[in-house]
């Protein structure tokens, strides 16, 4: 028994610590593009660091103290320079962020009634990692165009040919039934 224990590696040494915030941090999130890192606290503030640096970019509260922040996501799907957060009041929020930091007031807000532990979960659609020939891309705009597809957006770019189509996102959150996802 001793034996196995001296295998074991000794956790490697962080390359640097990030000091800042005053809570418990809940979530950090990469940006898939640039040398940022995102992170969200118990206490609702959201924080863009700079990883090359190792400071604070830029600071601010965006879900209530009482509800902390419990998710961060960044996606290229999102575009360049948006950031999602979750809070724990049951709402999901969109910023749009710069050399400035983020924007003083959310580009959109989801109340989803889901006031519990489960994070939410960006998804690319099953379109956009699909190659189609066009009569595939006609059956799709038809179908989105009928709304037989659900709550997708119809504004979703599609190319023709053998490309690479975008299709519409998702943002996938636990309900407020503890069955249920939307």
Known sequence: MAEQGMNRRPSPDPVSVLRGHRASVADICFHPSKTILFSGSTDGEL??????????VSSSWVHSAAHGVICVAASPVLGDNKVISQGRDGSVKCWEFGEGGLSRTPLLTIKT????FCKLSIAKSPSEALETDDLE??????DMQRG???????????????????????????GEQSSVVG
């Open 47 to 56: 924080r863009i660091w700079d990883t090359v640096q190792h400071r604070t």
């Open 137 to 142: 891309i006609n059956k799709i705009v038809d």
């Open 113 to 116: 009634n889901a006031y519990h």
């Open 148 to 174: 037989e597809q659900g709550d997708q957006p119809t504004d979703s770019t599609i190319s023709k040919g053998k490309e690479l189509s975008e299709g519409p996102k998702y943002v996938a959150i636990a």
